[in-house]
C-alpha cells in the first residue's frame, strides 16, 4: 500500500463522526394504576415513605382529578364546592431492573394546580408551591390551569433503587373553590449511547429483478440493518449483520420485478436514516413497456463548481422522474483514487441526491489506478473496495469473474463496462488475447437483447483534452477493440477521459487516423438524428439482428473536469462537440426507441441524437373481409396514416382483396423518416362447425380442430384436434405481423386430443395442415 493511500485512509477514519442519544425507556406509563386519598385528611409525613401501608385507599387509573371531565378517575373533594379539600394523596409502588444501564431519568407529569413529588420518601419535585414545609392546608401559589400540560424535569440515580420503588405525590388546590384538580405521571430510564452517523452513502449496488445490495459506512464500527418495503413509512422486512463494521454490505432478496422498494439504514437497534429520497427500482423484464433512463458521467470526481452544476442540471433535468442506472465512466476521484479523494469529491457530492435512489454501476480510469503501473498488476485500489460489482454474472450477462469489468442485463437493454487501465496476466485489456477480451467475445456472443451499451475510460476517437491519433492507449483501443464490439452489433460506445463532450455520426469500419475518415466509406449516415424537425435529422434505424450495423460514439468526459482541446477539434467522426459547458448524457430507451441527451451545466440540452431498432417495416397481413383489424406501428413518436389518423394503432375493417395501408412519422419538414407498410389480404371464410376456418383443399377433410375460449379474456388458449386417423400434421401460430410464434410439426393421434399454448395479447392465425388439406382459425387473446 502507498503512503498516500494510507494516510488518505486514516483522514477519512479520523474525520468521521458519531451522534451520541439519550435512548429512553418507560418504566411507569402515563395511564398506570395509583392508589389515592381523598377524605381531605392531614396525613403528615409518613404517608411519603415506601413502608407505609396504604391498603385501605383507593385506588384508579390515571388521569385522576375532578372538573374538566377527560379523568379517567374522579376523585372527590367532599361535600361542598366552595370548600373543597385543599390536598389528595396518590401513590404508586413499581418495579425497576436493570437500574445501572440507567445514566439518569426523566420524570413527567400533569398538575393542576400544585404538587410535591417523592421518591422512596425524598422530595424530587415542587411545582407551583411555596417553600418551606407543607401541610395539607398549604394553597398551590398560582392558579394556572396546567392540567393539560406535560411537565418534565430530570433526576439523578441516587434515588431510585434496584427492585421496588414508591413515588408519593400531593397535589394542591390554589383556592378552596377552585373548579377542578389534575394528575399523571410516568417515568423513563435514560441510557447514554453512540449512534453511528454515516459518512458515506447509502448507495445501491448490483441491482437486478430480485436484488439489490445497499451499501454505507458509518463514524464508527457498528452492526447494521437495512429495513425495506413496497410503501413508505411501513418498511416490514429486514435483513442484518451482527458484527460490529464501519463499512456496511447487505444484499436484499427475493424482490419483486419492476417495483419500488423503499429503505432505511440503521443498527440492529434503531434506524440512522430513512425518508422518501431512501429507495430503489427492481429491474423491469425484457418485455418492458415503460421507459428506462441511463445517466452517464465522466470524469465526474473533482469537488468543483463544474461537477456540481453538471450534477444540478442533470437534476433539473429529471424533475420527478426517476433514474433507472448510473454509469460512471472512469476517473471518478482525482487525482489519484484515494479513499479520501472518493469521499470528498465524489462520494459527498452525491450523497443527499443520486446516490440515495439510483443502481450505480461504474468503471475505473486512469486516475483511479492514480497513474500507476504498480497498481493496475496488483489492483490494489480503493475503487474496488469501495464498489460492490457483478463479477459473476449476478447482474446478468456471462459471468466475467472480474470486478474490473463485467456486464449487465436491464430491461431489453445489454450493458458492458470495461477496464480500460488495467492489466491482467500482464496484458492491457485492448490485447485481443487479453482474458478481458476474451471473456468479452463470449459476453457478446451470448447477448440476446434488442439494445447493446459499451464504455469505459478511454475513448477511439477524440481531439479534446486528449488525442487519439497520438496517444497509444486511445490507438490500440480503436484499431484492436473497437472491430469487436461492431462486428457483434454494439449500438452506443461511452468514453470520458477527454474533458469535453464529443458525438459522432454513425459509423463504422473507421480504425484508422482521423485524416483517414471518410464519410463516403465509413459513415452509415449522415444525419445529425438530432430528431427535432429540422432537415436532415431522422433517427438512426437499424435492426435488432448483432449485425455490422454501425455505432454512434460518444465521449461524455466533462461531469466535472472540463477544457482542452487539440489543433484538430473536433475530431471528423463528430456530428457535435462541446468544450466549455459540463454536462452528462442521458440516454432514455423505450421498447424500440433510444433517445440520447446532453445535459449541459446551463440547463440546456446542447445536442441529441435517436436511434430507432426494426422501423420502416413492410408487413403482409391475412385477414377476413369484414372483419375488424388493427395495425400498429412499429416505433414510438409521431404518427399519420393514409386514413388521416396520427395515433399509433388503427382499426380497419378490409373489403375482400388485398388493401395497402401505410404510416409515417412526418417529423422533419420535407421527408419521411419512418414509414411502415402493411399490406393487407383477406379471404372469404367458409364456415367448419364452430370454428372459422380456410380450407386450401376441395378433398373431404380428414380432421377437425376448434381453438377456445375465443376471445381469450387470459393468455391462455386450449387448441382441441379431432382426426380421423392417426397422422402428422404442421401446427402455426401466427401473430398479424406475419410472425410464427409457435411452428413444429406433431404427430396427431386419432380421435381427440388437447393441447394448452400461453399467449400475449393479440390477434392470431392458427394453422393445422397434413399432406392434402390446411385449416386456419382466427382468435383473438385479450
Not at 411507569?28 to 403528615?44: M, R
Not at 388493401?659 to 407498410?677: E, F, I, L, M
Request: hydrophobic content about 30%.
Amino acid at each position: 500500500m502507498k503512503p498516500l493511500y494510507l494516510l488518505s485512509v486514516l483522514v477519512a477514519l479520523c474525520t468521521a463522526t458519531s451522534l451520541t442519544t439519550n435512548a429512553q425507556t418507560t418504566l411507569l406509563p402515563f395511564g398506570a394504576t395509583w392508589k389515592y386519598l381523598d377524605n381531605g385528611s392531614n396525613q403528615g409525613t409518613s404517608w411519603r415513605a415506601a413502608s407505609f401501608n396504604d391498603g385501605s385507599w383507593a385506588s384508579g387509573p390515571g388521569q385522576l382529578g375532578y372538573g374538566d371531565g377527560d379523568e379517567s378517575t374522579v376523585v372527590s373533594y367532599g361535600s361542598s364546592s366552595s370548600s373543597k379539600y385543599v390536598t389528595t394523596y396518590f401513590r404508586k409502588t413499581f418495579n425497576i431492573t436493570g437500574i445501572a444501564n440507567y445514566t439518569g431519568f426523566s420524570l413527567e407529569y400533569l398538575r393542576d394546580d400544585g404538587i410535591v413529588v417523592y421518591i422512596n420518601g425524598t422530595e424530587v419535585k415542587r411545582d407551583n408551591l411555596s417553600s418551606g414545609t407543607i401541610s395539607y392546608t398549604t394553597l398551590a401559589t398560582d392558579a394556572a390551569d396546567d392540567g393539560t400540560a406535560i411537565q418534565t424535569t430530570s433526576i439523578g440515580t441516587g434515588v431510585l433503587t434496584e427492585g421496588s420503588n414508591t413515588i408519593a405525590v400531593e397535589i394542591h388546590q390554589s383556592s378552596k373553590s377552585s373548579s377542578d384538580i389534575s394528575f399523571d405521571l410516568q417515568l423513563k430510564g435514560i441510557t447514554s449511547s453512540t449512534v453511528p452517523s454515516i459518512s458515506r452513502g447509502p448507495y445501491l449496488q448490483m441491482g437486478n429483478q430480485t436484488a439489490v445490495t445497499v451499501r454505507w459506512r458509518t463514524g464508527i464500527a457498528a452492526t447494521g440493518k437495512v429495513k425495506y418495503g413496497t410503501v413508505l413509512g411501513n418498511l416490514t422486512d429486514s435483513v442484518v449483520h451482527t458484527n460490529a463494521l464501519t463499512e456496511h454490505e447487505l444484499r436484499i432478496t427475493g424482490l419483486q420485478p419492476d417495483t419500488k422498494y423503499y429503505y432505511s439504514v440503521g443498527t440492529t437497534t434503531g434506524v440512522i436514516e430513512a425518508s422518501d429520497k431512501n429507495y430503489f427500482n427492481t429491474a423491469p423484464p425484457a418485455n418492458t413497456s415503460r421507459k428506462i433512463r441511463i445517466a452517464a458521467y465522466g470524469d465526474c470526481g473533482t469537488n468543483e463548481a463544474n461537477q456540481r452544476s453538471a450534477r444540478d442540471a442533470y437534476i433539473n433535468y429529471v424533475g420527478a422522474g426517476h433514474t433507472d442506472l448510473w454509469l460512471l465512466l472512469g476517473d471518478n476521484a482525482y487525482d489519484g483514487g484515494f479513499d479520501a479523494e472518493y469521499q470528498t469529491n465524489f462520494f459527498n457530492n452525491y450523497k443527499d441526491n443520486l446516490l440515495k435512489n439510483i443502481l450505480l454501476f461504474p468503471a475505473p480510469g486512469n486516475h483511479d489506478y492514480d497513474n500507476d503501473g504498480a497498481r493496475q498488476d496488483d489492483h490494489n485500489i480503493p475503487y474496488l473496495a469501495n464498489f460492490t460489482l457483478p463479477a459473476n454474472g449476478e447482474c446478468g450477462g456471462v459471468a466475467s469473474g472480474k470486478e474490473e469489468y463485467y456486464s449487465v442485463d436491464y430491461g431489453d437493454i445489454h450493458i458492458i463496462s470495461l477496464d480500460s487501465y488495467g492489466r491482467e496476466g500482464g496484458k492491457r485489456f485492448y490485447d485481443t488475447t487479453s482474458p478481458q477480451i476474451q471473456w468479452l467475445k463470449r459476453d457478446l456472443a451470448a447477448n440476446t437483447k434488442k439494445w447493446t451499451i459499451a464504455y469505459w475510460h478511454h475513448p477511439p476517437y477524440t481531439m479534446g483534452s486528449h488525442n487519439s491519433d497520438t496517444e497509444s492507449e486511445l490507438v490500440k483501443v480503436r484499431q484492436q477493440l473497437i472491430r469487436i464490439l461492431e462486428r457483434y452489433g454494439v449500438d452506443v460506445i461511452l468514453n470520458g477521459h477527454s474533458h469535453n463532450y464529443e458525438r459522432s455520426y454513425l459509423i463504422k469500419g473507421h480504425y484508422g487516423l482521423e485524416n483517414t475518415f471518410s464519410f463516403s466509406s465509413h459513415a452509415v449516415s449522415n444525419s445529425s438524428a438530432k430528431y427535432d424537425g429540422t432537415s436532415n435529422s431522422c433517427p438512426y434505424v437499424l435492426p435488432s439482428a448483432k449485425s455490422y450495423h454501425g455505432t454512434v460514439y460518444v465521449v461524455a468526459g466533462s461531469a466535472g473536469q472540463i477544457g482542452g482541446t487539440q489543433s484538430s477539434y473536433p475530431h471528423a467522426v463528430s456530428y457535435y462537440s462541446n468544450s466549455d459547458k459540463s454536462g452528462s448524457l442521458v440516454l432514455e430507451i423505450e421498447g424500440n426507441r433510444l433517445d440520447a441527451k446532453f445535459v449541459a451545466s446551463d440547463k440546456t440540452i446542447k445536442d441529441r441524437f435517436t436511434i430507432l431498432k426494426d422501423a420502416n417495416k413492410k408487413t403482409t397481413v391475412q385477414a377476413t373481409a369484414g372483419q375488424p383489424l388493427e395495425l400498429t406501428a412499429s416505433w414510438i413518436g409521431n404518427y399519420q396514416w393514409n386514413n388521416g389518423a396520427v395515433t399509433r394503432s388503427i382499426t380497419v375493417t378490409p373489403s375482400a382483396g388485398t388493401s395497402t395501408y401505410y404510416v409515417s412519422d412526418n417529423s422533419v419538414a420535407g421527408s419521411q423518416c419512418v414509414r411502415d407498410s402493411f399490406v393487407v389480404v383477406t379471404t372469404a371464410l367458409a364456415r367448419l362447425g364452430q370454428t372459422d376456418s380456410i380450407p386450401v383443399s376441395s378433398k373431404k377433410v380428414a380432421f377437425t380442430f376448434r381453438v377456445y375460449p375465443n376471445p381469450a379474456p387470459a393468455n391462455i388458449i386450449q387448441v382441441e384436434t379431432d382426426s380421423q386417423r392417426e397422422q402428422p400434421m404442421q401446427f402455426t401460430i401466427t401473430d398479424f405481423s406475419g410472425k410464427q410464434v409457435h411452428n413444429k410439426l406433431l404427430r396427431v393421434p386419432s380421435g381427440v386430443s388437447k393441447q394448452t399454448y400461453t399467449l400475449t395479447p393479440g390477434i392470431y392465425l392458427v394453422t393445422f395442415s397434413n399432406a392434402t388439406e390446411k385449416v386456419t382459425q382466427k382468435i383473438v387473446v385479450q
